[in-house]
């Protein structure tokens, strides 16, 4: 069987910046592919590279794809392509397969239904917004803190005059991006090792220092996030906490598969895409939410702006764009 593959470029400004210690997005650019079977079975897939550097590098890969592509060898003719357009191929494929049935409607349009990111330049009165939605939803609330953009003595005061703030009903998951050294790392793991408010620290240190993060694990959850993308086995051999980015993996079937067979210590995470990559977070983040270990995802939903590229619905997507 052959397949059709077809390609559009989008580009995108968040609502709001979004920034860490490594990176700033206030833009998104990808490509939504479709790709159609011999008996006109349709399936979208989106290339959404996350960092800036790597676009040119993936349109030129796109541009060398055919446009006809055999189903027999597939894995074989796009395993050399990165690995955002390795996700969209085998997502679309899923599709046509019927591996994967999105629903017409997921409900993660609601406050406490998603991760809430905190804005690194105000981030208390940030925090006093949420706690006055929170009294109103009447519900728990998670909220995430990038830090690694101030000196740590600053952020350390943040951090005591965010623990005395919050109740039991806020949730608070800290992410350094890889930014802090051992040192730092071990500091944050000590004051925070028997609170109850914490989810987790995420990707402490470099992606490298594996043993500091196993260590680090020993004290206080440590979710890993980047070391997963620069060493995928990461994700087959790590007994902590996972961020994981189904566009960012090779073929998110396999994240499909682990959560559907109730694999814990697994968070979903956006990497800024549009809606047709968004059926995959909601439908992922639906079931992490049925599994052994149920938390909401970090969707960012309050970063993007009112576009038709976040409908639910892809068809709709692909022929306006």
Partial sequence: MNLIFQKKS???KLSAKV????????TK????????????KIGFGEVSPLFEEDLKKVAKQLNMIPEFLEVFNLSDQINTLHPCIQSAINSALA?????????????????????????????????NKIKKKQ??????LTIKWKVGLKKNYEEEAILEEILSQIDN????????????????????????KDNKNIDWLEQPLDVDDLDGLKYLNKKIPIALDESLLKFPTLTDEWKGWQIRRPSQEINPVKLLRELENKKAFISISTSFETGIG?????????????????KVSGLAMNKFPNSFLFLNEAKKIWDQL
């Fill in 19 to 26: 920034k860490n210690s490594k990176a700033n997005y206030h």
């Fill in 29 to 40: 650019s990808g490509w939504i592919i479709k790709l159609i079977s011999n008996d006109k």
């Fill in 169 to 192: 009903k806020i949730k608070l998951r800290i992410d350094a991006n890889g930014s802090w050294g051992r040192k730092i790392a071990n500091r944050w793991a000590d004051i925070l």
């Fill in 135 to 140: 009294s109103n939803v009447g519900k728990s």
């Fill in 95 to 127: 599709e046509i397969n019927g591996e994967i049935i999105f629903k017409d409607k997921y409900f993660f349009d609601e406050i406490e239904k998603t991760a809430i990111l905190l804005n690194p330049e105000n981030v208390i009165s940030d925090l």
């Fill in 10 to 12: 989008y580009s995108f």
């Fill in 278 to 294: 968004r059926r995959w977070l909601y439908h992922l983040s639906s079931l992490q939410l049925q599994g052994p270990t149920p």
